[in-house]
């Protein structure tokens, strides 16, 4: 499994104060040191973390792919283009949301997201579209062209989480706590089970498969279980634990867990 490490936080710790410390550059040395095959950012459209200068540093020091995440926004796509990452991957964008909710409306916005890859393609860069796991999204995205879908796991993360309070990662602003706990299971099951079937269909059309949101040390092992799933893009549950147990330690045992 290629572990691609999400260092967004890094900046967030950084923009709290607007100095340069904690160092993202450190973050991508240690990050890379310590077992991860990707480093992946995202730049906001607010750009509460990444900066300009970061994406441009980073793709100058990284000795491993680098996978930009992105909004469909013009001045963005144009800003990826000319940088060249390794891949882009197209997410929404909300200002107001606290991270990516969910994964791109590929229906609704399906003549917006084919020109955002066109776009890109023309710059020859490859693309991975981060979307809900249903059958019809995999289709969808094979027919606008995409190389690689990233399945958003956040519903599957939330619903773990829920059934697994006593390790503290539940998310207390999820409706579905008020749940009974055998409609949680149930939940949970289907949640993982239209993650398998997606990442099936998608590796049928010959798509490559990623999935990402919400994977931390306690439910990665889920993910291990679906073959066809080749990448993890893990960064929340990395920086938290680095707080505590510093960030090569954090790296090197996601990727013990994902090896
Ligand atoms: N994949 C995508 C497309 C994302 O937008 C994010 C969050 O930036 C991640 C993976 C990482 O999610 P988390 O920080 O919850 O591990």
Redesign the pocket.
Known sequence: MRLGV?I??VAVLREARRVNDPDILNALYVACANGADQI?I?LREDRRHIQDSDVKNIMMHSSVHVNL?CSIDRKILDIVAGVKPHRA?L?PEKREEV??EGGLDVFGSEDAIGYAIELLHDSLIPVSL?VDPSIEAMEKSKDLGAEMV?L?TGTF?NLFAMLNSNLGHSNHSVKELELPRYELSERLEQSLQDIKDSAIHAHKLGLEVAA????NYHNVHEMMRIEEIIEL?????IIARSVFSGLADAVAEMKRLTR
């Open positions: 999400n967004d936080h992946t995202h995440e991957t997410v991270t990516t981060f990233e958003h993360a990402g949101h919400g994977l893009n893990i960064g929340q549950s």
